[in-house]
């Protein structure tokens, strides 16, 4: 059975660091780039970061450059998403999914990050 579970959300105060994790089985993870997405409620679900197969190469939405980090250890079929100086509209749901345009092959249930200002 194919699954990514996302975990490590939860409610951070504003200016603070949360990391986010994305735990995959039942499909050859290190085959695959992997995308964090998130979706506000009311707004569009949008693409976070991505990152290749091999972690040599990543990608950022200009609204998380230089605060959000994306990495992976395909020894343990997992990818992180490292977020400091967290800001309200950072909120949201983030599902993480094999590939770099939602939904990509799989995808996630997604994990809820509260910001409080």
């Known amino acids: 059975e194919v699954q990514l579970v996302e975990s490590g959300g939860g409610l951070v105060q504003a200016g603070g660091s949360l990391r986010l994790s994305c735990v995959a089985s039942?499909?050859?993870?290190?085959?695959?780039?992997i995308g964090w997405f998130r979706q506000a409620p009311g707004k569009e679900r949008e693409g976070v970061s991505c990152i290749n197969p091999s972690a040599s190469y990543t990608t950022y939405a200009d609204s998380v450059k230089g605060r959000f980090t994306i990495s992976r250890d395909n020894a343990k079929n997992t990818v992180y998403l490292h977020m400091n100086s967290l800001k309200p509209e950072d909120a949201a749901v983030y599902y993480c999914?094999?590939?770099?345009?939602?939904?990509?092959?799989?995808w996630g249930q997604g994990t809820q990050v509260a910001v409080a200002s």
């Open positions: 039942g499909f050859t993870f290190d085959g695959y780039a």
């Open positions: 999914a094999a590939g770099c345009s939602w939904p990509g092959d799989f």
